[in-house]
């Protein structure tokens, strides 16, 4: 089992900084992959990055490509999520997901979700 906790979240203005955290239990954090999603009000969930287990591997969304940076510290069991150049359309509830595989896309199955923070971006 393994719970994820995510933090970091807030209102900040369009092209502004934020960086996300997801706090994860379990010590075999390194066997997992991680993953961040999105749901916007109204709107499907939707893949936002994800990490290999080792963290060497990433991938990510078109929409978030070269202005999002997803990392984890294993050491910690925490994953992070970089956001620059904020967007209001960036704006939404932001998901931390686990993968029991080592490295997961964006059609894979992700077993166990955070509560998710949420991100505001104003214009």
């Known amino acids: 089992q393994v719970q994820l906790v995510e933090s970091g979240g807030g209102l900040v203005q369009a092209g502004g900084s934020l960086r996300l955290s997801c706090a994860a239990s379990g010590r075999t954090f390194s066997s997992y992959a991680m993953g961040w999603f999105r749901q916007a009000p109204g709107k499907e969930r939707e893949f936002v990055a994800s990490i290999s287990g080792g963290g060497s591997g990433t991938y990510y969304a078109d929409s978030v490509k070269g202005r999002f940076t997803i990392s984890r510290d294993n050491d910690k069991n925490m994953v992070y999520l970089l956001m620059n150049s904020l967007k209001p359309e960036d704006t939404a509830a932001y998901y931390c997901?686990?993968?029991?595989?080592?490295?997961?896309?964006?059609?894979?199955?992700?077993?166990?979700w955070g509560q998710g923070t949420l991100v505001t971006v104003s214009s």
């Open positions: 997901a686990a993968s029991r595989r080592i490295m997961a896309g964006p059609k894979d199955p992700y077993d166990y």
